[in-house]
């Protein structure tokens, strides 16, 4: 057979056992990995299939499937574990894993699974699709600190990101100062930053504002778009939630997070587990260092506290709550 594996395994008798297993079934290239930093160095290389223990010396496999989407590799990627428990399963789905094959396993299993593989990698059967993930704010930050966690598991996912920022913060400092930070985040983040100029505090939801927000949709075509709620005390943010309501009409997936203004209003009906990313997501809010000394709300304790409290409707984990509008 003319596909190409790689194993990931630090196990060396596990190792000789998967290699006489691949090299009986037919496999000649095949190549093998005992650390995650090794996996990485070989991804340079096009392989079919890739058969990973999720726990290896430097990280684990499910680091490894992050890299594999954030690079559009097509490679098709099966998961080993001796610790089967529905925290990992579910990691490893939410994560676009391929196949999940717990241990002990034999022979036949073993290679009914890579084949399988191998035949959707040959006849071009796509891998999970990459969303298209729309952000809108009112001003710089606001998306990061609603957001920003779950822009990160986007990333890791492999998806598309897109921050639409409608004005440049000018009531809140300087423009082009405002304007870098936001670039700064948004290369942490991975993401296009598009940002406009409409007036800061008086933003509208009329034409204006919908054309800016349609005019984006239309080229970026998101499959997921966030935006601010409409439960919120500051204009601008409600005025930014009516004008995405009418402008991402057609979007199937239209969810709002919560800001710092935020009204006892706000409703969240689904709350999204942030716990690994919570230090990524400090790490895009230092950016906005003109904001953080004067901005209260951008203090990691109180940032830390808000994933806390929500975490109490999700079984105590750190998350960012959604209201959601649509959500196919």
């Known amino acids: 057979m003319d596909h190409s594996i790689l194993v990931i395994d630090d196990d060396d008798s596990f190792i000789r056992i998967l290699k006489r297993w691949l090299k009986e079934a037919g496999y000649s290239k095949v190549r093998f990995a005992a650390t995650g930093r090794e996996a990485l160095a070989a991804l340079s290389e096009p392989w079919d299939v890739i058969v990973s223990d999720i726990y290896l010396p430097d990280m684990d496999g499910i680091e490894i499937a992050q890299r594999i989407k954030q690079r559009g590799l097509s490679s ?39 084949a399988q ?84 505090t008086r933003i509208s939801e009329g034409p204006e504002t919908i054309s800016v927000i349609s005019k984006v949709i239309a080229e970026f075509q998101p499959t997921v778009v966030y ?3 409409p439960h919120d005390a500051h204009q601008d943010h409600r005025n930014a939630h009516r004008a995405t309501l009418v402008a991402a009409r057609g979007v199937q997936r239209l969810k709002c997070y919560q800001s710092p203004s935020a009204t006892i209003g706000f409703t969240p009906s689904h ?54 509008i649509r959500s196919a």
């Open 271 to 324: 709350f999204v587990d942030i716990t690994e990313k919570l230090p990524e997501k400090q790490a895009l809010l230092s950016c906005y260092r003109s904001q953080r000394d004067k901005c209260r709300y951008l203090s990691q304790s109180l940032i830390n506290a808000t994933a806390e409290y929500w975490g109490r409707f999700a079984g105590y984990v750190k998350v960012e709550p959604l209201e959601v």
């Open 76 to 114: 098709r990627l099966m998961l080993m574990t001796g610790h089967l428990t529905t925290e990992v399963a579910l990691r490893a789905l939410n994560h676009h894993v391929d196949a999940f094959l717990p241990k002990p396993f034999g022979r036949r299993e073993f290679v009914e699974k890579v």
């Open 227 to 229: 935006t601010h709620s």
């Open 117 to 200: 593989l191998a035949v959707q990698k040959s006849r071009g059967e796509p891998a999970a699709p990459r969303k298209r993930v729309l952000a809108v704010g009112a001003h710089p930050d606001d998306v990061e600190i609603g957001c920003g966690g779950i822009l990160l598991n986007h990333r890791d996912n492999g998806d598309e990101l897109c921050i639409l920022t409608l004005s440049r913060g000018a009531c809140g400092g300087t423009s082009s100062v405002r304007e870098a930070e936001a670039k700064a985040s948004c290369d942490m983040l991975g993401a296009r930053l598009i940002m406009e100029s409409l007036e800061d």
